[in-house]
C-alpha cells in the first residue's frame, strides 16, 4: 500500500529534550515536507527536501532540522523543543520537486507535547 | 507571494442538504489549486485538483470544485452532505516558487453535520 509513514503518533517530553520523528514513504517521491497545524493557523511548512541532500526552510523553520540521506526517508529534527513547539506535525510527499505539484499524499500526523 | 483565504472557520448543514465551502486565492499566475479533507484524528486526503483545463473538476466522494479566474476562488461543492462527509476542509494554492514547487494552505473550514 502506498502511504507515508510516521512516528511516532503521541510524543510528550520536556522543553530541551533532543527528540527525532521519523517519516519513511515508499512510493519513491522526490519531494517529502514537513508541516505542523496549529488552530487558526491552518498548516504551515517547516522544511521540504525536492531530492535526497536537497532540503530548504519553509515558513516557520526556526527550532527545527531535517536530513535526507534517502530518499525514502525524511526526519524532522527537534535539538532543544520547547512548549511552542507543541503542534500537531504531518509530513508528506509528492511525485515530483520540480515543476506542477501533483497534490501531497500525508502522513497520519505526529501530535507533539512539550512541557 | 501566493495565498489561500477561507473566509468560514466553521459550517454546520443538515444532512441531505448541499454545501459550498468558499476559497479564495492570490497567485501571479494560473494557479494549481487543491482541495483536503482531514477527519478527526486523521492526516489529510487529496479530495481534487485543478491544473488547467475544464473549470469544473470532480473529485472523489461526490465532490466538485469550480474555478473561476475572475473571482480568483475555487470553491468545493457537493449536492447532498452525508454525516460521514463532517471532517475538515483546506483549500491550497500550489505554484512556483525560485523554479521549484510551493504550496500553501488555507486555515481550514469546519463542516458539522447535524441530522
Known amino acids: 500500500e502506498a502511504q507515508v509513514t510516521q512516528n511516532p503518533r503521541y510524543l510528550i517530553t520536556v522543553t530541551g529534550k533532543k527528540l527525532t520523528v521519523t517519516c519513511s514513504q515508499n512510493?519513491?517521491?522526490?519531494?517529502m515536507s514537513w508541516y505542523r497545524q496549529d488552530p487558526g493557523l491552518g498548516l504551515r511548512q517547516i522544511y521540504y527536501s525536492m531530492n535526497v541532500e536537497v532540503t530548504d526552510k519553509g515558513d516557520v523553520p526556526e527550532g527545527y532540522k531535517v536530513s535526507r540521506k534517502e530518499k525514502r526517508n525524511f526526519p524532522l529534527i527537534l535539538e532543544s523543543p520547547s512548549p511552542n513547539q507543541t503542534s500537531l506535525y504531518f509530513c508528506?510527499?509528492?511525485?515530483?520537486?520540480?515543476?506542477?505539484?501533483?497534490?501531497?499524499?500525508f502522513g497520519s500526523g505526529t501530535r507533539l507535547t512539550v512541557v | 507571494a501566493q495565498s489561500v483565504t477561507q473566509p468560514d472557520i466553521h459550517i454546520t448543514v443538515s444532512e441531505g442538504a448541499s454545501l459550498e465551502l468558499r476559497c479564495n486565492y492570490s497567485?501571479?499566475?494560473?494557479?494549481?489549486l487543491f482541495w483536503y479533507v482531514q477527519s478527526p484524528g486523521q492526516g489529510l486526503q487529496l479530495l481534487l485538483k485543478y491544473f488547467s483545463g475544464d473549470t469544473l473538476v470532480q473529485g472523489i466522494k461526490g465532490f466538485e470544485a469550480e474555478f473561476k479566474r475572475s473571482q480568483s476562488s475555487f470553491n468545493l461543492r457537493k449536492p447532498s452532505v452525508h454525516w460521514s462527509d463532517a471532517a475538515e476542509y483546506f483549500c491550497a494554492v500550489g505554484g512556483y516558487s525560485g523554479g521549484y514547487q510551493k504550496v500553501t494552505f488555507g486555515t481550514g473550514t469546519k463542516l458539522q453535520v447535524i441530522p
Open positions: 512510493m519513491n517521491h522526490e519531494y
Open positions: 497567485y501571479g499566475a494560473t494557479p494549481y
Open positions: 508528506a510527499s509528492s511525485l515530483e520537486g520540480i515543476g506542477p505539484p501533483y497534490g501531497y499524499t
